[in-house]
């Protein structure tokens, strides 16, 4: 069984990872760049240029310590080949912070989704 769960820095439902790990439930992180938002948070980026990525780099290998599989979304030839190369770790008192990161408020345009914004 897979649960796809929105999951990304600012959005990181430990409990229900936990509960679906500990189910046998594999947990599949739906949009781990934040639908694009993320790109506009500057403490995100200086963390990112810190280990030497972008920053999808930065958030889809975020996912991966979580135990998750991460599910990136780009018609983009090149960007699927950068978002494939997360050859690095980050830190355990970065991945707290990145837990700990403030939570975005609005998706933009991608507001309207349910699974972003809760509402039609």
């Not at 948070?41 to 996912?63: D, F, H, N, W």
Request: charged fraction near 20%; proline fraction near 7%.
């Amino acid at each position: 069984m897979v649960n796809q769960i929105l999951l990304h820095i600012s959005n990181t439902p430990l409990e229900l990872i936990e509960y679906c790990q500990k189910k046998g439930i594999a947990v599949e992180a739906y949009s781990p760049i934040a639908h694009g938002e993320i790109l506009h948070q500057p403490e995100i980026a200086s963390m990112a240029e810190k280990y030497g990525v972008s920053v999808p780099q930065l958030c889809i290998r975020y996912t991966l310590p979580l135990g998750t599989i991460s599910l990136p979304k780009t018609g983009n030839p090149e960007h699927m080949k950068t978002n494939a190369d997360v050859d690095f770790e980050i830190s355990a008192e970065d991945m707290e912070v990145l837990k700990n990161f403030k939570h975005i408020e609005s998706y933009g345009e991608s507001s309207g989704f349910p699974v972003y914004g809760g509402k039609l």
